[in-house]
């Protein structure tokens, strides 16, 4: 119903600043909310932020908050993920994902989102 593909990954030095993009394709409502996600090598899976498609209220994780900003091109229909001071426990595989609705009690809960992207790997090297 809904195709995710993350793009923008790459490697970069302590500091640096990289940006990932989320196409989208399928069926998208203005009810959905974007989620961005990462996951290190021998990690569990983290919320980094999401974004609310109709107001385009932003929510971050305190790890990134201040570093990092979530934005969106409706006409697109792509989130993009702007990351700045990246240092080296930014490096993981980054996954953008959806869900029909929103709640702030379980935003940053990843089995609540319904589809995901193939994930991006995001390399800082020191």
Do not use: H
Not at 37 to 44: C, D, L, N, V
């Amino acid at each position: 119903q809904v195709q995710l593909v993350e793009s923008g990954g790459g490697l970069v030095q302590t500091g640096g600043s990289l940006r990932l993009s989320c196409a989208s394709s399928g069926r998208t409502l203005s009810s959905f909310t974007m989620g961005w996600f990462r996951q290190a090598p021998g990690k569990e899976r983290e919320f980094v932020g999401a974004i609310t498609w109709s107001g385009g209220r932003t929510y971050y994780a305190d790890y990134v908050k201040g570093r990092f900003t979530i934005s969106r091109d409706n006409a697109k229909n792509t989130v993009f993920l702007q990351m700045n001071s990246l240092n080296a426990e930014d490096t993981a595989v980054y996954y953008c994902a959806a869900r029909s609705s929103f709640a702030i009690a379980t935003m940053m809960r990843g089995s609540d989102y319904d589809y995901w992207g193939q994930g991006t790997q995001v390399t800082v090297s020191s």
